[in-house]
């Protein structure tokens, strides 16, 4: 068939609508149609000057320079995946399957379960995938975009240009897809999307999208099919039977971008990371790795906290396959990884999830529900039942793909609630006048559920800040079903306490002791992480009173506090060794004072603590469990003292704690049982730069004290901890 220019017809509606890049259905259009018992094909491609069907070398008529071009051929005389040649505007040739041949790839029944917010992996069929379809290999992209009249796939490949390849839709769910075969993993990609209401056109990178590129550059990326090889089998069988409540955790928190940095000050890789941040961390007896966001992010600043992509490791550090190969080597040493996720805003960058097919699709419309006015973020829409999928799905991803051993689930209240950092007249009530986010709530339990259903023994935490009940209890039972919440209080009850000076703390004793009244209401961990050593706050070291002795003795002092308290730990880099600045997310950790004996002193205590929480289970096996503490004194304010047994009922320690400068001589404590005890911790030794007051063996004496049968004579060094066992006990 020839058109010549007399006889060339007039373009259908159908016609112009694809070439005005509006049509919602151009498969309707485009590829291979019967008519009258022929095969009728219609093929766009602005950039041809000259087309035809390669199989059976049939010209194919153009309508003009329109870049349509059609043909017919007789029944089933062409395959059914049929190729096009065609000649470029600068005479190049060229040869394509038609991707308009192929049918649809993503089930009707998968379609269904991610409308209904139940596809957990929903991830492995929207997004860009390679795969081979019919034999022949290619792509198969998938978005979803309700809002859109028209939604193509652009890239390097069809000179970004959304007439190229519109994707079909499927009816009523707003997924879109398309098999584009051809092209290979490290294609760069985005949507181009019509909004059919408005007509505005957006270019949007991948919600799903798996690897993007290097920011400033935010295009995704086609990933290669993974075939790492997996050495972790071991560690994931017993995972599955990890008793974390009874088990020692003490996480090691990183920024990956800032825990050390290369002479260029160009970031690590994961697989530098893996070579030289896990041996750092087993040395020091850290159980677990607790990574600030990872997920792809635009800017640097914002530490990962402000995701764009969410199924992607950041492109800063390597490739997907780098990052598995970094978890592979956590777990090879047995080191658990946890990552920071947040759930609960996002941000409002054009090329990302914000007015993704120009509506708010992912986001709540009213900003009294969609917007956070503390970080200039959108809310997610926690009752559109896709975009819970979109995040459970995710939560799976990272345990699934990754291996990732647990979620710190960031900002949970402000999810909670309706009225979080709004004045009066910013929120809407829920349906019963409260201000609780019943939405967000019935996410958080049906993630929990889900992600610790699926992979048992794998950890959920939040950080929750208020005293929002249950949160570590069952779902059944309530509670929201998270593992382990951050202790918010203690934190910040701890570190007021520590910052004033010796001489006033008598006055502000309740703050150490209040904790205990709360300690086994939840499953706690006791943080001091990056947030409070960053925006001025100074670091650890700075926030805490006297010459440069007594300062380093009060820190040293509060990690054996923190070490012995009821809880699972958790510590920001830096801290380990008494970082003396703020936290700078732009460079490197300040490794260098780690010549200076004090900063020495801190990094061994932290090692020794790590060992004996590790291997004493009077310290851990019963941190959530009231039995597992006992005050022995907690009521000598005017000395700044206290003094605690923990215990696992059939070993115990005691601990003591001088918060003065001030040594005490023949200080006695009651203690529960006679015989000799051993002083096997003391933050005072000189091997962690301390004068070395102690005690050494201690005899008890049949002199009831304090409500025991027994007590010891002790000597307390100044700003001191100092831990005992009863010599012999098992």
């Known amino acids: 068939m020839q058109h010549s220019k007399d006889s060339q017809p007039a373009l259908s509606a159908d016609m112009l609508q694809l070439l005005q890049a509006r049509h919602h259905d151009p498969f309707s259009v485009l590829g291979r149609h019967r008519q009258g018992g022929k095969d009728h094909f219609v093929a766009l491609n602005p950039y041809a000057k000259k087309m035809s069907l390669a199989d059976i070398q049939l010209p194919m008529a153009p309508f003009g320079d329109t870049g349509l071009f059609e043909c017919t051929a007789a029944k089933d005389q062409v395959p059914a995946h049929y190729s096009l040649d065609w000649i470029s505007q600068s005479g190049s040739r060229h040869t394509t399957l038609d991707p308009y041949s192929f049918p649809p790839q993503i089930p009707e029944f998968d379609i269904h379960l991610f409308g209904e917010g139940r596809h957990w992996h929903i991830y492995r069929l929207l997004g860009a995938h390679p795969r081979v379809v019919d034999g022949y290999s290619g792509v198969l992209f998938g978005v979803w975009a309700p809002s859109a009249v028209r939604v193509s796939v652009v890239g390097d490949f069809n000179h970004w240009d959304g007439r190229c390849h519109p994707m079909r839709v499927h009816s009523g769910s707003g997924i879109w897809e398309l098999f584009i075969p051809g092209l290979e993993s490290g294609t760069l990609y985005k949507f181009e999307i019509r909004n059919r209401d408005t007509g505005a056109i957006l270019l949007k990178s991948d919600p799903f999208g798996q690897l ?22 071991d560690w994931i069988a017993n995972r599955e039977s990890f008793n974390w409540q009874h088990r020692p955790v003490s996480i090691y928190e990183v920024h990956a971008g800032s825990w050390k940095r290369r002479r260029d000050r160009g970031f690590l ?22 990574l600030l966001p990872v997920l792809e992010h635009p800017l640097d600043a914002s530490w990962g906290y402000q995701t764009t992509g969410y199924y992607a490791p950041t492109r800063r550090h390597g490739l997907p396959d780098d990052f598995r190969y970094f978890v592979d080597r956590c777990h090879q040493k047995g080191i658990g990884v946890i990552l920071d996720w947040t759930p609960g805003h996002f941000p409002k960058d054009a090329h990302a999830l914000a007015n993704f097919d120009g509506s708010a699709l992912f986001e709540h419309a009213d900003p009294r529900k969609g917007e956070h006015p503390d970080w200039g973020t959108h809310v997610y829409n926690y009752g559109r039942t896709e975009v819970r999928n979109f995040l459970l799905a995710n939560a799976i991803f990272w345990i699934q793909e990754f291996h990732i051993d647990g ?142 002795w007594q300062r380093f003795a009060n820190l040293r002092l509060l990690y054996t506090c923190m070490f012995t308290y009821p809880g699972k730990k958790l510590l920001f880099m830096g801290c380990e060794f008494g970082q003396g600045t703020e936290w700078n997310f732009d460079s490197a950790l300040d490794w260098h004072v780690l010549d200076y004996p004090f900063h020495q002193g801190v990094i061994t205590l932290v090692r020794d603590l790590n060992r004996l929480y590790k291997n004493s289970t009077a310290l851990h096996g019963f941190d959530f469990e009231h039995q597992g503490f006992h005050w022995i004194d907690c009521h000598d304010a005017s000395q700044s003292v206290l003094t605690y047994l923990r215990t696992d009922m059939n070993s115990s320690l005691i601990v003591v704690l001088n918060f003065t400068p001030v040594p005490r001589y023949n200080y006695r404590i009651g203690v529960p049982e006679s015989g000799a005890y051993r002083e096997i911790l003391n933050s005072d ?21 304090m409500n025991q049968p027994y007590s010891l004579n002790l000597t307390l060094p100044p700003l001191g901890g100092i831990i005992f066992s009863r010599a012999g006990a098992a």
């Open 269 to 290: 890789t994961y697989r530098e990371l893996a070579d030289q941040l896990i041996e750092y961390v087993a040395d020091l007896g850290f159980t677990h790795i607790e």
């Open 212 to 233: 993007f590129e290097m920011r400033p550059h935010d295009a995704s990326v086609v990933r290669a099919s993974t075939e790492y090889p997996w050495r972790d089998d």
């Open 685 to 705: 030794s000189h091997y962690y730069g301390g004068g070395d007051l102690g005690n050494g063996l201690v005899d008890s004496e049949a002199l009831p004290w």
């Open 407 to 548: 979620l710190r689930v960031d900002a949970v209240a402000s999810m909670l609630y309706l009225d979080y950092s709004r004045k009066p007249g910013e929120w809407i009530p829920n349906q019963y006048g409260g201000n609780e986010n019943l939405e967000a709530i019935g996410f958080i339990r049906d993630l929990n559920r889900t992600v610790l259903g699926q992979h048992p023994g794998s950890l959920m935490i939040a950080e929750e800040s208020t005293a929002w009940p249950q949160v570590t209890r069952p779902v059944w039972t309530g509670g929201l079903g998270f593992s382990m919440k951050w202790n918010m209080g203690w934190m910040h009850d701890m570190l007021d306490y520590m910052s004033h000076d010796p001489v006033h703390r008598h006055f502000h004793h309740d703050r150490v002791t209040f904790g205990l009244l709360y300690a086994f209401t939840e499953n706690f961990v006791l943080p001091f992480s990056h947030d409070e050593v960053v925006h001025g706050k100074g670091s650890l070291l700075q926030k805490l009173p006297g010459d440069e």
